[in-house]
């Protein structure tokens, strides 16, 4: 029944973390809620001044439960540094221990940067006394766990970041450790016994199970790891790391992009940033419109992105299933952005042909009129071109155009009160600027703008006044 289906995929993940029995797995709902439980039980047991050891680049979820049992307990918080090179320093570790350090805490692999960490080797730094705890969140994904190698106590992950169902998360802990950790939430499931004034508690892992087991999530972790246990997990790594390479070649590219990560001891991520730094939430909604998923923001790393001295980094994340043709399009489509971005600054002449590319690229009527709107505010008003005679007609924001003959060709300027008529203005006379004036009589600017949605979006009042520039530019 529901029961076997649950103890089979216990098994099933003892298998997937290299446990030697399935009573070391805890289901929880996910690594942050195994680490609160960690942080709660744990830190009961020490005594005021005791320390716990952390690093900088850890994720919130290894921070704030730790900040929250030390303030609770009046204990010390203690934190490796980060490496120049991205990763925590392990080399500056030694150097935290002291009599009073009882638990390490640290990432298998950094969620922002990718970087992972030589976990095998901590053990070694800290001895057998002290507690070590891995957040392997980031990890399982990418590097197959082994936990009798690691020599952890503890060690957390969750079922999404391995392909796998929300809401569930693995717990590993060693025998005698999870049988001294004591229980945290109370109810159902997790009772031998209960009076009216006592509870016996069940032994581990069901002390720590209390009420309705997430079963249906359950029977999605057992077919994923199933599925995990299929795949030719090296191949996977090999792959992973081959396009992580190539990506950060690619950005490497780019004059304007930092980058933060490094591509050597990845697990898959590129982490970098527009070097204007307001613009990575413009670039991130430029790639979206491309379907290109990104993330834009602190990634629950706020310490290590202070650490690195920049308030938001974008986060690409390499899978199993990213292809070369993905990494060329995310490529290809941050070359579009800066391309747009010369363009829109207003470095180029007022009708840069290449405006008319830029607006291609564009792919809704947001983005498009937020172009048009930039391309307006970057053209310089024109006194001299306010008279009436250059005037036209029709529109309802004041617009004046001038129209010069040189040699059979019209060359234009002009200018407007309004920002987005100015900007308008700017792409259609893009179209026929430096043309005779047979050439502009036959020009089909209708079915351009229809085919930019830019007819359909206009409000009358400027559609009339684009109506009445074309007729004008058609009258020459």
């Not at 705890?133 to 082994?146: E, M, S, Y």
């Amino acid at each position: 029944g529901a029961t076997e289906l649950q103890e089979q995929c216990r098994q099933q993940a003892a298998d997937f973390l290299g446990a030697a029995s399935r009573d070391q797995i805890v289901f929880t709902q996910g690594s942050t809620d195994g680490l609160n439980l960690l942080a709660a039980g744990l830190c009961q047991s020490l005594e005021p001044g005791d320390e716990i050891i952390l690093s900088e680049l850890e994720h919130h979820a290894n921070l704030v439960p730790w900040q929250m049992a030390a303030q609770r307990h009046q204990l010390k918080l203690r934190f490796v540094p980060l490496h120049p090179a991205g990763h925590i320093d392990l080399d500056a570790l030694p150097t935290l221990l002291n009599a009073r350090s009882r638990i390490i805490s640290l990432s298998g692999a950094s969620n922002t940067l990718g970087s992972l960490t030589d976990i095998k080797r901590v053990r070694a730094l800290i001895g057998p006394e002290r507690i070590f705890i891995v957040d392997a969140a980031q990890l399982a994904a990418h590097r197959r766990i082994d936990v009798d190698q690691i020599d952890c106590d503890f060690l957390v992950c969750s079922a999404h970041k391995f392909f796998g169902p929300d809401g569930l998360g693995l717990l590993y802990g060693k025998p005698a450790q999870l049988q001294a950790l004591p229980a945290w939430r109370g109810g159902g499931g997790m009772i031998e016994q209960v009076t009216l004034e006592h509870s016996h508690y069940a032994s581990a892992p069901h002390k720590f199970e209390a009420g309705s087991p997430a079963l249906a999530a359950i029977v999605g972790l057992a077919a994923t790891l199933k599925f995990l246990g299929e795949q030719d997990r090296p191949a996977w790594q090999r792959h992973e790391e081959n396009l992580c390479k190539q990506l950060h070649a690619g950005l490497a590219q780019y004059p304007s992009i930092r980058c933060y990560s490094r591509p050597d001891n990845n697990v898959g991520i590129a982490a970098f940033s527009v070097i204007e730094q307001e613009k990575n939430q413009e670039l991130a909604d430029f790639l979206d419109q491309r379907d290109i998923a990104l993330r834009s923001g602190h990634h629950c790393t706020a310490p290590l992105l202070k650490a690195l001295g920049c308030q938001t980094v974008l986060r690409a994340s390499i899978a199993p299933y990213t292809s070369e043709r993905d990494i060329q399009q995310l490529l290809q489509a941050i070359a579009d952005f800066f391309q747009q971005q010369s363009i829109v600054g207003g470095s180029g002449p007022e009708l840069d042909p290449k405006r008319s590319e830029t607006i291609d690229i564009a792919r809704n009527w947001q983005q498009r009129q937020k172009l048009i709107l930039q391309w307006g505010a970057s053209i310089a008003s024109k006194a001299e071109l306010r008279q009436d005679c250059r005037r036209i007609k029709g529109c309802e924001a004041a617009l004046w155009l001038q129209a010069d003959l040189i040699d059979g060709h019209y060359t234009f300027r002009h200018d407007s009160d309004s920002r987005l008529v100015r900007g308008l203005a700017a792409l259609i006379l893009t179209w026929v600027n430096g043309s005779d004036a047979e050439t502009i009589k036959t020009y089909d600017f209708e079915t351009q703008l229809q085919q930019l949605g830019l007819s359909k979006h206009l409000s009358p009042s400027r559609s009339n006044g684009i109506a009445a520039l074309i007729t004008r530019l058609r009258s020459l």
